[in-house]
């Protein structure tokens, strides 16, 4: 599709420098409408006076939606049950953020019959592919304009320079030094001094949880009740997803939960490094995981923890929208339907111990050590099954003996491991 026949672009926006110049730039150099659109994923940014804004940087019109319920219930909380977590750390917030925004920017598109998208990610990060991937699984005919693919803007001082040539209103300064996404999951940081990964974090660079050193000195108990693998309580009292999970950050942020400094494998071939604030969606994670544990047998636990990975990577590399996410979470539903009961944490200094857990399905019987020896478990069983069990191993060593040698665990070369 030819610039020329690009009639209306709607930006997917937030009102931050990146955002607020590609209106003008998208008119200036397609000299199409622009339609803003921004979601509500709790992101705690001051909205009133965010469409004042737009408009006066020319935008037609803005959309905001608040979506923090249907990004918890349809995006967080399947991704919890998973129990997938990214490269061994990673909770996936910005991950599971984009695809419910891209979904929503092409549903206000269709709204306005425009020809395309355009949205503010770099061509050096993951956000672009999560953005533009959405948007071809969704509606594959509409163009996507991704300006720092196009434009000659190069640095920090050129964007605020761009503005300031077409009056675009705008409060960021050259001093910002942290590039930040925020939702009502977690608070990324990424750049400045946290690309050198030796350095440690600045402690006045977080905003979402207080240093280990200044969290309360004693322990603080939660309870967190869980239906068929859905948080839906905390102490005893029945809460909606959105009220949940702000009192989960609250009480996280308080005892520095959440923390986490890694260096991961971004999809477009890169490392980078980026520290998480994830209060809540770590206290979450964590009592599910202990949850799972009295309520999984052993084959579906050891089987979905393979799973995990494999969801966690789907959700990382923006494939949310795909069969294979599909056919995972119809696999997850069935392990989750006994996944139901309470979890007792204790947090403390940035620590989450667990304190105890209980369901009406679990699987760990107490009550089993006080039957007969014949109801349940007959001690001598054990040998027979410890004879098959091992019988590869023995048949192996049987070989060896039997050809004059002997097993080749016996008398291991410990020298190679003596230093010079």
């Known amino acids: 599709m030819a610039k020329e026949n690009v009639k209306k672009v709607v930006l997917a926006y937030s009102g931050g420098l990146d955002t607020s110049i590609i209106v003008p730039w998208l008119k200036n150099n397609y000299g199409c409408e622009v339609v803003c659109f921004c979601a509500d994923l709790g992101q705690e940014e001051e909205l009133e006076g965010l469409e004042e804004k737009a408009i006066q940087t020319g935008a037609s019109k803005l959309y905001v939606r608040d979506l ?6 349809d995006f967080v909380f399947p991704t919890l049950q ?14 599971f953020a984009r695809p419910i925004i891209a979904k929503h ?5 269709e709204l306005e019959n425009a020809d395309g998208i355009a949205h503010g990610c770099t061509g050096k990060g993951n956000d672009q592919v999560r953005f533009e991937v959405t948007v071809m699984a969704l509606n594959p005919k509409l163009k996507t304009i991704a300006p720092w693919r196009e434009w000659d803007i190069r640095s920090r001082e050129d964007a605020l320079a761009y ?3 077409f009056h675009v209103p705008v409060r960021q300064s050259l001093k910002k030094i942290y590039s930040r996404d925020r939702n ?3 608070l990324s940081h990424e750049g400045g001094p946290l690309e050198n990964p030796w350095n440690e974090p600045e402690e006045e660079m977080y905003q979402l949880s207080v240093s280990p050193q200044d969290a309360p000195d004693t322990p603080t108990y939660v309870e967190i009740g869980f239906e068929k693998g859905i948080p839906v309580s905390i102490n005893g009292e029945t809460l909606p997803p959105v009220d ?9 942020s308080a005892n520095a939960i959440g923390r986490i400094d890694m260096v991961e494998n971004r999809l477009v071939g890169m490392k980078s490094r980026g520290v ?3 209060p809540g969606g770590t206290i979450l994670h964590k009592a599910h995981q202990a949850l799972e544990s009295i309520c999984l047998d052993k084959q579906t636990m050891h089987y979905k923890d393979i799973l995990a990975v494999k969801y966690a990577e ?3 590399n923006g494939l949310w929208y795909t069969r294979l996410r599909e056919a995972l979470d119809a696999f997850v539903q069935v392990t989750q339907e006994n996944v139901t009961g309470t979890v007792r944490l204790k947090l403390y200094k940035g620590n989450i111990i667990v304190a105890g857990r209980k369901s009406p399905f679990s699987l760990y019987r107490e009550d089993y050590a006080s039957f007969g020896e014949e109801d349940v478990y007959n001690q001598k069983d054990a040998e027979g099954f410890i004879q098959l069990f091992g019988l590869p191993v023995k048949v192996e060593a049987l070989l060896s003996i039997d050809g004059g040698g002997k097993s080749r665990y016996r008398q291991p070369d410990y020298t190679k491991f003596k230093r010079d």
């Open 184 to 186: 009502l999951f977690h």
């Open 68 to 73: 923090r319920e249907e990004f918890l219930t």
């Open 105 to 109: 920017l092409v549903e206000v598109a």
């Open 314 to 316: 789907l959700v990382y």
């Open 276 to 278: 998480y604030e994830t």
């Open 163 to 165: 503005a300031e040539e």
């Open 82 to 95: 998973a129990g997938a977590v990214y490269e061994r750390e990673y909770l996936l917030g910005t991950s």
């Open 244 to 252: 949940l999970f702000t009192r989960l950050n609250k009480v996280g």
